[in-house]
């Protein structure tokens, strides 16, 4: 397997896991995790780690990935406004595949209202408006979304130095067969244009929207991310 295909699948298991919601008898607050997941890549496995944690400002979402070749580590810290709405402080992203590094983070100024990057050693400042929101935080934004029964699944993302678009449909619900068990899940499908890359989710209301199972396929080649266990933490005790 080479270098890149490594780095792709990596990459993958990072950017899909994000999701957690805030029990709807809680809200707004935000319910804290801990889960792990598999993949395999032409017989070699990945191991993925996924937390959302307290910390002293407000809460840490935590995404990693590694095999034997590497890792890529993503967190973003965050916090609830008045009125419950997630609003994100930071992001870093470091990766390490075999002696190759990089790092990208992001910090947002709410005083001053201004994002500020770094990504391959070039700096930049841009404007930062209401209803933004961080590559993981948009996540855990979509399945307090979907806790909510909201339909329009579209949000406004800070990353890589700029700010996209990401937007989601519900393609249904069914059950599925799981580590932990039969769970009913909420099957979904990233929206690109213009892009031959398939991206299809499986969340649990059960598990606060966690995905169960998540599929990318790309090029003719599928990938797949897989629950092996969650846990609620005592943080939410």
Sequence with gaps: ????????????????????????????????????????????????????????GGYELRVEAS????????QEQFHLDQQGAIMPDGYRHDRSIMRNTRKESMAV????????????GEQTEMEFEAGQLGPLSHQLELARDLQGGVEELSYSVIIRGGIRDYRYQRLGDEDMETAL????????????????????????????????????????SSYELTLQSFRFTKENS
């Design 1 to 56: 397997m080479t270098a890149p295909k490594i780095l792709l699948m990596l990459a993958l298991c990072t950017s899909l896991l994000a999701f957690a919601a805030g029990d709807a008898e809680r809200a707004p607050g935000i319910t804290t995790y801990e889960a792990e997941y598999s993949a395999r890549y032409s017989g070699f496995p990945i191991k993925a780690e996924h937390s959302l944690r307290r910390t002293s």
């Design 67 to 74: 095999n034997f070749l590497g890792k890529i580590t993503e």
């Design 109 to 120: 100024d709410h005083a001053g209202m201004t994002i500020r990057s770094s990504r391959k």
């Design 181 to 220: 068990g039969t769970l009913r899940v909420v099957k979904l499908e990233r929206v690109r244009d213009d892009s031959d890359r398939e991206t299809i989710l499986w969340l649990a209301p059960e598990l606060n929207y966690q995905p169960v199972l998540l599929r990318q396929i790309e090029d003719g």
